[in-house]
């Protein structure tokens, strides 16, 4: 059935009410994603696949290198630990949203509540964003103690770059939730596949020279590739080998605001749309059996 | 309910006594009826067709690059791509035979495999052969299409051995998923981590993107256990024949090593499911969703 607009006299949702659906959103997110699970083996699945993602860049390292030219380890160290937030955020959106519609069918009931769906979004995915950040810190950990890698943190860098950087991926995360409603077939599998993708054109293991030319201009608009290039300069106190190796810190915060700016902007002018379509067409309470 | 072929009614004993032709068949049917759905739906569902080669050749694109920007020798860009088409198998076995029964339950699916007349072997044995023919059209578009884009060149000095290993690495694979399917099911609710807990940990055991004797004394270990990995070290000995490389093993041990692995995983399989079973007819739980 389709879901059009608010009946007359019920009031817009506040601040407080989208700060409760936060909350509530958040448990809810944790209760499923840890799908009620024995904390220690949610514990240990939280530690074990980050690691074993990383090990397999520092074996593929040492194997052509010996261990030698630790820059470019460090490199992938920090880009590894740093795709998990990407993979979290995305993932984290698109499948509660299709969760929420598909297998529970709550989304629905979610829309016609005075609640935010925004904030119910943002809470939902939340619990899959705290476990990428544990990732992340513990992908640093082992990188630290165990690989040499070298920390040199400088928070005037690190700060904005993680903050600009989190709501970059919140912005495709919340384009790829909207887009995943209109879909009938597949959708679980998009995230993976745009994660994919801009796994490859952003520079998350690579330097992005080594790229064909082609894919060059496509690198350089992801707001991803200035994000993980402003956090490698943030955490390691270098940037990457390459072209991007040669910008000065204040450039690429500079491109990394401006491409965060349009990607935000594009993604709440797109999910808003993609919204109204999905109550247009019914699309909210739609299931495919995919 | 009426015997079959004769048109009148038999007791319900009589009912339940098969010829052994009639279970042979019976079975047969099933399998080819659970393997039908995997088979036609590549033909069915474009679009699974575009993720299945999309997905794993997005990701052996990433590692190759990896290789290229360390200017590694070219034979590791070739291990990369077979590495990529055999975790395609992996993930089959994983997601599409481990975790099946799961899903069957959730389903509803389940309760009905149980009661129908045939055995849940050829359930699983249905499941094996339509994901090993849906999986290796996935596998050979990521190994055409890697060695097109990166230039890989193969050194195949004995194709038939090269295609005898494969299958034999097939077997003791999909047995494993075979087995994992029943104990998945033991394991409720964990199965969802326990099948993401089976990708990257193994592709790193497994040495899907590189030999797997970079990972030191662990290979023996791995060797001997994963059928993943003995499989790709096997076959890579076999496609890069001139490579520097070694394996971990001789391909002869290898061989050796699969048949054995085939045997104790589909026996490990076969008294699981008989476990299974007897605890799904005992409590009558292992069937209801949500557990």
Redesign the interface.
């Known amino acids: 059935m389709a879901v059009t607009s608010l009946a007359p006299g019920i009031p817009r949702s506040t601040l407080g009410d989208a700060w409760r659906t936060f909350r509530t959103a958040v448990r809810l997110g944790w209760a499923i994603q840890s799908n009620w699970s024995d904390p220690f083996l949610f514990a240990v699945y939280t530690i074990i696949k980050p690691l074993a993602a990383a090990m397999i860049l520092v074996v593929m390292f040492w194997v052509v290198t010996g261990g030698r030219g630790t820059a470019f380890l460090q490199f992938l160290i920090v880009g590894s630990a740093l795709w998990n937030v990407v993979l979290g955020v995305v993932a984290g959106m698109v499948q509660s949203i299709l969760e929420d519609r598909e297998r529970y069918r709550m989304m629905k009931y979610v829309v016609v509540t005075p609640s935010s769906l925004f904030a119910f979004l943002l809470g939902r995915s939340a619990a899959r964003v705290l476990v990428a950040l544990i990732a992340v810190a513990l992908t640093l950990v082992v990188g630290v103690v165990f690989l040499g890698v070298r920390l040199q943190p400088d928070l005037v860098l690190f700060i904005p770059a993680t903050i600009l950087g989190l709501l970059a991926v919140n912005a495709i995360g919340l384009f790829m939730a909207g887009w995943c409603l209109q879909l009938r077939q597949e959708a679980w599998s998009y995230p993976e596949a745009i994660a994919g993708a801009l796994y490859l054109v952003s520079g998350a293991i690579f330097p992005i020279d080594v790229l064909p030319s082609i894919l060059h201009p496509i690198a350089f608009a992801m707001p991803t590739t200035w994000w993980l290039e402003a956090s490698r300069r943030g955490l390691l106190g270098h940037g990457s080998p390459g072209v991007l190796g040669d910008l000065g810190d204040g450039q690429v915060l500079v491109y990394l605001a401006i491409t965060t700016a349009i990607a935000v902007l594009l993604a709440l002018a797109a999910f808003g749309w993609f919204m109204r379509r999905a109550r247009r067409a019914g699309l909210l309470d739609m299931t495919t059996g995919s | 309910m009426t015997a079959a072929g004769t048109g009148t009614t038999a007791s319900a004993r009589q009912a339940a006594e098969w010829s052994t032709e009639r279970v042979i068949r019976s079975n047969l049917r099933a399998v080819m009826g659970r393997a039908y759905p995997r088979v036609i739906g590549l033909t069915r569902?474009p679009?699974?067709l575009f993720?299945e080669i999309?997905?794993p050749f997005?990701?052996v694109?990433?590692?190759v690059?990896?290789?290229?920007?360390?200017?590694?020798?070219e034979e590791?860009i070739g291990f990369v791509v077979i590495g990529g088409a055999m975790a395609a198998f992996w993930l089959n076995v994983v997601w599409m035979m481990a975790a099946q029964f799961y899903w069957e339950k959730d389903q509803g699916n389940l309760e009905l495999y149980f009661t129908a007349p045939m055995h849940l072997m050829s359930v699983l044995a249905g499941m094996a052969i339509g994901g090993l023919v849906m999986t290796s059209s996935r596998a050979l578009a990521v190994i055409a299409i890697g060695s097109i884009l990166y230039g890989v060149s193969f050194d195949i000095q004995q194709p038939w051995l090269l295609a005898g290993v494969f299958l034999l690495t097939m077997i003791p694979l999909y047995g494993l998923g075979m087995l994992f399917a029943s104990l998945f099911l033991l394991w409720g609710?964990?199965a969802?981590?326990l099948a993401?807990?089976l990708?990257?940990?193994i592709?790193?055991l497994g040495g899907?993107?590189?030999?797997i004797g970079?990972?030191g004394p662990l290979a023996g270990l791995v060797v001997a256990t994963l059928p993943l990995a003995v499989g790709l070290d096997a076959m890579r000995q076999l496609v890069f024949a001139g490579s520097d490389v070694a394996g971990v093993l001789p391909v002869a041990a290898e061989i050796a090593i699969l048949a054995v692995m085939a045997v104790v995983f589909l026996v490990g399989a076969r008294l699981a499911l008989g476990y299974l079973e007897t605890l799904a007819r005992r409590e009558g739980r292992l069937t209801l969703r949500w557990q």
């Open positions: 569902e679009s699974w993720f999309f997905l997005l990701a694109s990433a590692f690059f990896v290789y290229r920007a360390l200017e590694a020798p590791y609710r964990e969802f981590h993401q807990l990708q990257e940990p592709y790193f899907v993107n590189f030999p970079a990972i």
